[in-house]
């Protein structure tokens, strides 16, 4: 199994700052990699995958990159709707499609 | 519009059983991998099953093997998780999800809104 490693925990930010977060995985994943947002109260939603392609509708400051073991999600200006959690997941050795523990994008 | 709506949530002792369903509009229900994603309150996701587009392969994460059940009805576009001797291990919001790649190589693209699942005496 594959286990995936996110970082920080919690990313403290100032509304137009720039966040980044990091994902590692146990052995490659090639560029099978997704990033997710979570709301409170809400379910997860897609915004990357491929490791670098934004899915439909997200926005141009989400930026991925990364292959292999080492991935980054990059917001380039926070806005009030960017505080969530963000999760992980590599769907390149499956099953079971894993996912990380996820890091907090909290305000300043 | 994609929907996919979660049903069947509820109470159950340890040891008991429930069936969840998923009801799915908005886009063509045989033309995806169908899957299930559970949540722990405050906690993480957690992978807990997926189908196959016709039904015929299905795939269970360990802590489950044995006692939950994934299966889909195309004509009825739904999606089912039939859980049995629950334990409190079990209690999360359960997602559905849904693929739409064949080969697996491809993330979850839509999500419901959960269903909660509380085993408790």
């Known amino acids: 199994e594959i286990v995936m490693t996110q970082s920080p925990a919690t990313l403290s930010v100032s509304p137009g700052e720039r966040a980044t977060l990091s994902c590692r995985a146990s052995q490659s994943v090639s560029s099978n990699l997704a990033w997710y947002k979570q709301k409170p109260g809400q379910a997860p939603r897609l915004l990357i995958y491929?490791?670098?392609t934004r899915a439909t509708d997200i926005p141009a400051r989400f930026s991925g990159s990364g292959s292999g073991t080492e991935f980054t999600l990059t917001i380039s200006s926070l806005q009030s709707e960017d505080f969530a959690v963000y999760y992980c997941q590599q769907y390149n050795n499956w099953p079971p499609w894993t996912f990380g523990q996820g890091t907090r994008v909290e305000i300043k | 519009e994609v929907q996919l709506v979660e049903s069947g949530g509820g109470l159950v002792k340890p040891g008991g059983s429930l069936r969840l369903s998923c009801a799915a509009s908005g886009f063509t229900f045989s033309g995806y991998s169908m899957n299930w994603v559970r949540q722990a309150l405050g906690k993480g996701l957690e992978w807990v099953s997926s189908?196959?587009?016709?039904?015929?392969?299905?795939y269970y994460a360990d802590p489950v093997k044995g006692r939950f059940t994934i299966s889909r009805d195309n004509a009825k576009d739904s999606l089912y998780l039939q859980m049995n001797s629950l334990r409190a291990e079990d209690t999360a919001i359960y997602y559905c999800a849904a693929r739409s790649c064949t080969n697996g190589l491809c993330p979850f693209d839509y999500w419901g809104q959960g269903a909660l699942v509380t085993v408790s005496s």
């Open positions: 491929g490791a670098s």
């Open positions: 189908i196959s587009r016709t039904g015929s392969n299905t």
